[in-house]
C-alpha cells in the first residue's frame, strides 16, 4: 500500500492556512447526527473530547482509570513550550519548528512540526482562559524559562506540575461537557479492540474493569489517544496503566505502526534499588543546570563519595563536551551513564547509578540559592532515597521514559483505517527520533485542541458512512474473540505470575534495544521474545475470575500485547542501519560517539503492516523531503 | 545494607459492595525498607497469586504522588502518617520490624466500595461538572497576556489547585466532608479573574452538588488539612463559604 500523508502544498507557513480552507465543513445542525468515540482522557484525548462536543457532535470517551482528571499526562513536570517570544530574546514560529526539526534528528515531517509551532501560542491562550494558574511575574503576566538545553526561554510552567494543571484544564473543559450531555463519559474501561466495517473504523470493543461485562460501542469514527508504550520496558517512568493495547490492536486490525523503536531515555532519574521496584521516578532535568556528574575514576571504587578526592573522580560528561558539559541532550547523557557503568565505574549498592553533585555549586552560590532553584526536587528526592543532597551527591540513573513511535497517521491525523484517528503521543507524528523537553504537552494539546475538530469534519463531511449498529457481525466476531482470549487467559493457570513475565521482557528489552543496540543483540533478543512468549501462554497464572474487578487479568492482557508489540520494536531497529536521536545503532557512529545519520538511505519513516500472526509485518517507508531545512549532524563538542 | 523488616498486615477484604466485609491477616517478609507502601503490597500480592489465592484490590497508577488513584487508611490515617505524603510515596522505612499495619478503604457514604481497597469516587467527578470549570470554548480565547495576574494571587491559586483529587480530606473528616476538594477549586476560580463573571453561580451549584451527594458538613475538626498529601490549606473551606454567602445574598443567581 502507498502511504500518502495527504500533505497539503504550496509553502510551508501557508499549508495549514490553506488546508483549513479545502477541508469540507460538517453543516452545524447536522454535527449532533455524528457519534466520535474517544479513548483516552490525557491532554490529547480530554481536549479533543471537550473542543468536539463544543462543537455538537456527540461524543462517547472512555478511560481506564477512575476519573478522567487522572491520566498520565498529570505527571510531566517540566512545562510546555510556545513561541510567543514574550522574552524578548528572538523566538518564533520558525525558530520553535527548527529547533523541534532538529532536536528529533531529522526524523519528523516538516509540514507537521511546522504546524505544531504554529498552533503552539493559541494553546497558551485557551489554557489561561481556563484558569491554568501558570507562574507570573511581578507585573502579572506569564514568565517564563529555559528548559532542556533551548537557547530562548519559551517554557510556560506552573511550579513543578506543568502536567497536572493542564490536564486538570482540559478536565475542566470536559466535565462541562458531560454537563452538558454531549460527551458521555465512560470510565474504568479498556478498550480491548477496534470493530472495522467494511474498511471503516466503526467502534470498539471495550471491557468494564468493574463488572468485567464485554460491551460493545459504535460510531462513525474513533479517536484514541491512549498514550505512549514505554511500560514494554516494564520499569519506566510511565504510570503503572499506561500500555500499548489500543493501539496495537489497532495495528492488527490493519493500522500501520511507525517507528517503533524510537524510545526515549531520560538521564535523570532516581536509580533501581531492588527487584520489586514497580516504577521509576523522574527527577527534572534542569538539575544538570548545576549538579556535577562524576563517577569514581578506578572501577570498583565502593568508598562513600566523600572519601574519594578530587582526583580520583571522572567527569566525564565535562572531560568528553567541554563546550556543553553537563548539559548534553538526553540521550547523550544516558548512553554515557551506561558507559560508565558497564565499565564498573557505577555507584551505589547496585553500581547501576552515577554522582550528580551539588557541592560545588553550593559553594559558589550557598544553600539558599540552590534551595531555591531546587528545593522541591532535593525534597523529592530525600522522600524516596532518604538521603540529602546538600549533603550528599544524588544517585541518578537512566530511565525509558517516552515513546517518539507510534501508529502512522497522515497530516489529518488519521491512520492507514479510514475513520481511526491517533493523537498525542500515541501517534508518530511530530518528535521523529527524540522528543525535546516540554514539547509533548504542547503535541497532545495541539492535536486535540486545534487540530482534530478540523480535520474530523473534513473525514466525516467527505465520506459515506453506512449504518452500523453493535449487532453487525463485525462487532459479534470482534468481541467473541476479546471473550475468547479473556478466556484463554484465565485458563493456562500456570506458575509464573504476569510481572514476573513482564519483568524479563523488560530486561530482554533494556539489554538489547535499549540505549544501544547491534545487530547480534537485537537477533538474539528477538529470539528470546519469542520464547518467553511461548512461555507466558503455558505458564502465566492469571487468578479470579472475568466477572469481576480483576487486576491482574487486565495486566495479562497488557503484558501479552507487549509480548506481541516488542518483538515489533526490535524488528524495526534491526531493520534501521543507521543511528538517529535515541536510536544508537553501535555500528553507526562518529569518532566521538555520537549517532551517524544516513540520510541518503534512511530518511523515511518506517510504517509497519501486520501481515498476521507469526508473520514477519510489512515494511512500508514514507519518504521524509526536507525543503525547508538543512540536514546537520548534531556536535555537542 | 539493604534493611529489611517482616511485618503483620491486617487488610481490608470485600468483594464486593453487596457481601459482607472484613480483615484478613497477611505477613510480609523481607520487605526492604527501600520499598513504597504499595511496593509493599505488590509483593503480597505475587505471594498470594502465586498461592492461587485472589490479590488484594487497590487502586495506583503514576505512584509519584500526583494521579491522585492510590490511597488507603494506614494505622487509621488516610495514606499512612507522613506528612504531605501519599500512599504510593510512602517508604517501608517508616515502619520497624514486627509492626502491625491495618489496611483500609476510604470509608464515607459518598464513596461506595468496589473491592477491598477500591471505592466508587465518582461523586467528586460530578461536584466538578457542577461547575468547576469556566465557560470558555476551544478557540475563544484572547491573547494569554491580555489578562494580567498579580503573581500573589497567581501563586495562591497555584495553591489551591495542587489538590489531587484523591479522597483523603473526606476519608479523614469524622464528617466525611469533601469541603476541602471543594474548596480548593472554588477558590481557585474565585481568585483567578478569568472565573469571576461564573463566581457566583459556581459556589452555589458546587456547594448544593456536594449537599446532594452526601457529604457531611465541616465541624472545622481539621483532618482534612492535615491528612492532605499536597497540604491544601483549610483557609480555602473559609473562602468558599464566603463565596457561597456572596453568591446568596448579593448575587442576582440563584
Redesign the interface.
Given at each position: 500500500m502507498a502511504l500518502n500523508a495527504n500533505i497539503p502544498g504550496g509553502p510551508l507557513a501557508e499549508k495549514w492556512d490553506r488546508h483549513r480552507f479545502e477541508l469540507k465543513l460538517v453543516n452545524p445542525a447536522n454535527k449532533k447526527k455524528f457519534n466520535i468515540i474517544v479513548v483516552g482522557t490525557g491532554l490529547a484525548g480530554g481536549s479533543a473530547s471537550a473542543s468536539l462536543a463544543e462543537l455538537g457532535y456527540r461524543v462517547k470517551t472512555f478511560c481506564i482509570q477512575d476519573s478522567p482528571r487522572r491520566a498520565h499526562s498529570i505527571a510531566a513536570q517540566g512545562g510546555i513550550n510556545a513561541a510567543k517570544n514574550y522574552t524578548n530574546e528572538g523566538d518564533s514560529i520558525q525558530r520553535l519548528f527548527y529547533d523541534t526539526i532538529k532536536g528529533g534528528d531529522f526524523r519528523a515531517r516538516e509540514a507537521n512540526v511546522y504546524r505544531l509551532a504554529q498552533i503552539s501560542n493559541s494553546i497558551i491562550d485557551q489554557c489561561v482562559a481556563q484558569g491554568v494558574p501558570f507562574a507570573r511575574d511581578y507585573g502579572g503576566l506569564l514568565a517564563n524559562r529555559s528548559f532542556g538545553g533551548s537557547q530562548v526561554s519559551r517554557t510556560f510552567y506552573t511550579r513543578g506540575q506543568t502536567g497536572q494543571q493542564l490536564l486538570l484544564g482540559v478536565y475542566s473543559a470536559l466535565s462541562r461537557q458531560i454537563a452538558a450531555g454531549n460527551v458521555k463519559m465512560f470510565t474504568r474501561r479498556e478498550m480491548l479492540d477496534l470493530v472495522v466495517v467494511n474498511g471503516q473504523a466503526r467502534g470498539i470493543v471495550a471491557r468494564n474493569l468493574i463488572t468485567g461485562r464485554i460491551e460493545r460501542f459504535a460510531a462513525d469514527a474513533v479517536v484514541l489517544a491512549t498514550g505512549g508504550y514505554s511500560n514494554v520496558f516494564f520499569l519506566s517512568t510511565n504510570a503503572m496503566a499506561s500500555n500499548v493495547s489500543a493501539i496495537y490492536r489497532a495495528y492488527k486490525r490493519g493500522a500501520f505502526f511507525a517507528n517503533p523503536c524510537f524510545t526515549q531515555i531520560h538521564p535523570t532519574c532516581i536509580p533501581v534499588h531492588g527487584i520489586y521496584q514497580s516504577k521509576l521516578t523522574l527527577m527534572s532535568e534542569s538539575l544538570r543546570n548545576d549538579g556535577r556528574v562524576w563517577v569514581p575514576k578506578n572501577p570498583g571504587d565502593k568508598r562513600p563519595p566523600g572519601q574519594i578526592p578530587e582526583a580520583e573522580r571522572d567527569y566525564y560528561l565535562e572531560n568528553r563536551y567541554p563546550s556543553f558539559g553537563n548539559l548534553v541532550p538526553r540521550d547523550v547523557a544516558s548512553r554515557n551513564a551506561k558507559a560508565q557503568c558497564d565499565m564498573g565505574k557505577g555507584v551505589g549498592k547496585t553500581g547501576l547509578a552515577v554522582y550528580l553533585d551539588f557541592e560545588d555549586a553550593i559553594k559558589t552560590d550557598g544553600e539558599a540559592v540552590i534551595g531555591q532553584k531546587y528545593g522541591n526536587l532535593f525534597q523529592m528526592y530525600e522522600k524516596i532515597t532518604a538521603s540529602n543532597p546538600y549533603k550528599e551527591p544524588m544517585m541518578i540513573y537512566p530511565a525509558i521514559h517516552y515513546a517518539m513511535g507510534g501508529l502512522w497517521v497522515d497530516y489529518n491525523l488519521m491512520s492507514t483505517i479510514p475513520g481511526l484517528f491517533v493523537l498525542g503521543e500515541a501517534n508518530f507524528s511530530d518528535h521523529g527520533a527524540n522528543r525535546l523537553g516540554a514539547s509533548a504537552l504542547m503535541q497532545g494539546l495541539a492535536d486535540g485542541y486545534f487540530i482534530i475538530p478540523y480535520t474530523i469534519g473534513g473525514y466525516l463531511a467527505g465520506t459515506a458512512l453506512p449504518e452500523v449498529t453493535t449487532d453487525h457481525a463485525a462487532f459479534e466476531s470482534v468481541s467473541t474473540e476479546a471473550k475468547d482470549r479473556v478466556a484463554r487467559l484465565l485458563a493456562v493457570n500456570g506458575k509464573r505470575t504476569v510481572d514476573d513475565f513482564h519483568r524479563q521482557l523488560g530486561h530482554i528489552l533494556w539489554e538489547y534495544c535499549g540505549m544501544s543496540r547491534n545487530e547480534a543483540g537485537l537477533l538474539k533478543a528477538q529470539k528470546l521474545i519469542q520464547e518467553l512468549r511461548s512461555e507466558f501462554w503455558q505458564n502465566v497464572i492469571v487468578p479470579g475470575s472475568d466477572k469481576d474487578f480483576n487486576q491482574s487479568l487486565e495486566r495479562a492482557g497488557r503484558a501479552a500485547d507487549f509480548l506481541e508489540f516488542a518483538e515489533l520494536m526490535v524488528i524495526d531497529a534491526h531493520g534501521r542501519k543507521e543511528s538517529c536521536g535515541c536510536h544508537l545503532n553501535e555500528a553507526y557512529q562518529t569518532e566521538d560517539n555520537e549517532a551517524l545519520r544516513d540520510d541518503k538511505n534512511y530518511s523515511f519513516v518506517a510504517a509497519w503492516e501486520f501481515a498476521g500472526n507469526d508473520k514477519a509485518p510489512h515494511l512500508n517507508e514514507e519518504p521524509l523531503n526536507f525543503e525547508n531545512v538543512e540536514l546537520t549532524q548534531r556536535s555537542y563538542k | 545494607?539493604?534493611k529489611t523488616i517482616n511485618i503483620t498486615l491486617k487488610v481490608w477484604r470485600q468483594?464486593?459492595s453487596d457481601v459482607k466485609g472484613g480483615f484478613v491477616t497477611y505477613h510480609a517478609t523481607n520487605i526492604?525498607t527501600?520499598?513504597?507502601f504499595?511496593?509493599m503490597l505488590?509483593?503480597v500480592n505475587?505471594q498470594?497469586?502465586?498461592n492461587?489465592?485472589?490479590?488484594i484490590?487497590f487502586?495506583?497508577?503514576?505512584?509519584?504522588g500526583?494521579?491522585?488513584?492510590c490511597g488507603a487508611v494506614a494505622n487509621g490515617r488516610a495514606h499512612g502518617s507522613e506528612k504531605g505524603?501519599t500512599l504510593c510515596?510512602l517508604?517501608m522505612?517508616h515502619f520497624s520490624d514486627q509492626d502491625t499495619i491495618v489496611v483500609e478503604p476510604w470509608r464515607s457514604r459518598a464513596f461506595k466500595l468496589?473491592?477491598d481497597l477500591?471505592v466508587?469516587?465518582?461523586a467528586?467527578?460530578k461536584i466538578?461538572?457542577?461547575g468547576?470549570?469556566?465557560?470558555?470554548?476551544?478557540?475563544?480565547?484572547?491573547?494569554?497576556?491580555t489578562?494580567?495576574?498579580?503573581?500573589e494571587i497567581?501563586e495562591k491559586?497555584?495553591d489551591a489547585?495542587?489538590c489531587?483529587?484523591c479522597g483523603a480530606c473526606v476519608a479523614s473528616c469524622p464528617n466525611a466532608a469533601a469541603m476541602l476538594f471543594v474548596g480548593g477549586k472554588i477558590s481557585?476560580?474565585a481568585l483567578?479573574p478569568?472565573?469571576k463573571p461564573e463566581a457566583a453561580q459556581r459556589a452555589l451549584s458546587m456547594v448544593r452538588t456536594m449537599d446532594a451527594l452526601n457529604f457531611g458538613n465541616c465541624t472545622n475538626e481539621r483532618e482534612c488539612e492535615a491528612e492532605c498529601p499536597k497540604k491544601i490549606s483549610i483557609t480555602n473551606i473559609a473562602r468558599m463559604n464566603r463565596e457561597f454567602i456572596k453568591a446568596s445574598i448579593v448575587s442576582a443567581v440563584k
Open positions: - | 545494607m539493604i468483594k464486593s526492604s527501600d520499598m513504597s504499595l511496593e505488590d509483593v505475587e498470594l497469586t502465586l492461587g489465592k485472589d490479590p484490590a487502586d495506583h497508577d503514576c505512584r509519584e500526583i494521579c491522585g488513584m505524603t510515596q517508604h522505612r468496589i473491592k477500591v466508587d469516587r465518582s467528586f467527578d466538578i461538572q457542577a468547576g470549570y469556566i465557560s470558555v470554548n476551544t478557540g475563544a480565547a484572547p491573547e494569554a497576556n489578562i494580567p495576574v498579580p503573581q497567581a491559586a497555584m489547585a495542587a489531587i483529587g481557585q476560580l483567578l478569568q472565573g
